[in-house]
Structure formats: C-alpha cells, structure tokens
C-alpha cells in the first residue's frame, strides 16, 4: 500500500513512497479515509520543503488548484497494479471534504458527495485519464 501523500516528506530519493521505487503489486492512493484530502493536505500540510520536492519530482509548478490532478496522474503512471483515487481528491475538494480524523470522536463519516456532482463529463474526464494510463482494456 502505498500513499502518495506520504512521498514528499524526505529528501530521498530512495524513498518507499516515491512511484518510481514502486513494484507491480502494490495499490497507490493519492490519499485514504484517515488522511486529508489532497488539496487539504497540501494547503494545510504540506511544509514548503514537501512542495519543493514534489515541483521537482514533476517537474512543473504544483499549486492548490491542480495538486489532485498532478498526484492522480501520478497514481495512474506508477505501475502499481490499482490505483485508487478517491472521489474528494477527483473533485479537487479541500479539507471541508475530509472524510475521518483518526482518534477524534466527532464529525467523521459525515462527508457525502454535492449532488449533480457525479456528471458525464466527470465520468468521460475519468475514462480518458484510466485509457491514457492502460487502467481499461478497449477492444
């Protein structure tokens, strides 16, 4: 298992965190149900030094806008066998959107999708990000 938030953490490039130290058999999360949300994380976070290595390690300017994108293409490219994307960070959402906060008694699970958020675009911008990657097999 591997988280994506964890990877920039530690200048190391050796890094068990990093997608290219990772092997086939392995799941990648941008994030999971106890971590903030992507946006949340790298607004709230991630320390200066975390969003120079990550500019680094992608080679563009990483902002709040389009951290989700970055690090879901990310999780997508490595080549671990699933890569799992959840819906806040497909949305881009911030910490507003975070699902659980590990040993707090209140507030957690309370999350639910906006309505009319599920659209066919969002359906077609996921299916051409899974085709790009080789997450689907098309006859």
């Known amino acids: 298992m591997k988280i994506l938030q964890f990877a920039f953490g530690t200048d190391d490039p050796k890094h068990a965190y990093l997608p290219h130290n990772y092997k086939e058999n392995f799941i990648v999360y941008t994030g999971t149900h ?9 607004e709230h976070e991630a320390r200066p030094a975390d969003k120079k290595r990550l500019d680094q390690y992608t080679g563009q300017t990483v902002t709040a806008g389009n951290v989700h994108t ?39 699970w309370k999350w639910r999708a906006p309505k009319k958020t599920l659209t066919p675009q969002l359906a077609e911008n996921l299916r051409n990000l899974a085709r790009i990657y080789r997450r689907i097999i098309e006859p």
Request: hydrophobic fraction near 50%.
């Open 34 to 42: 106890d971590n903030n949300t992507v946006r949340g994380w790298f």
């Open 70 to 108: 970055v690090l879901m293409r990310m999780a997508l490219a490595s080549v671990a066998r699933w890569a799992v994307l959840p819906l806040q960070d497909v949305l881009g959402l911030g910490k507003e959107a975070r699902l659980n906060l590990p040993a707090s008694g209140n507030g957690n």
